[in-house]
């Protein structure tokens, strides 16, 4: 089994949630131990690159969820819902395509990177 890991800040977005969108998000993530190599992560989620750091863009209705794949577990740093990054590259004139304006902005970097200091794992 694939164990997936919530660092605090995501564990509390989602926690905010009504229980029905939270099985609908984790539904939508539904990733099994043989598909957690780069190309299937590649053919089913959106990709963002910076720096070396990879994550992934799940769309699940309403929401997405911001996670990356490390040492054979799914570790998720955000939970947000469509309209927060839709806002975000609005207020920060982002042109072109969603995942390559976020890849490029350090705005969003730093983001995920407040939710990843939360992140404990055992």
Known sequence: MLQIVFNE???????HLPVQVQFQLLE???IQPDGIDDATLEKRFGVLERAGKKLYRCRAGEYR????????????????HKNTFQDFLVRSNLAGEEDAA???????????????KTLKVA
């Open 65 to 80: 969820i911001y996670f990356a794949v490390k040492e054979g577990m799914v570790r998720v740093h955000r939970v947000v």
């Open 102 to 116: 976020l890849a490029q902005s350090k705005n969003f970097w730093q983001l995920i990177d407040e939710g990843a």
């Open 28 to 30: 939508a993530l539904n």
């Open 9 to 15: 800040i995501s564990a509390a977005e989602l926690s």
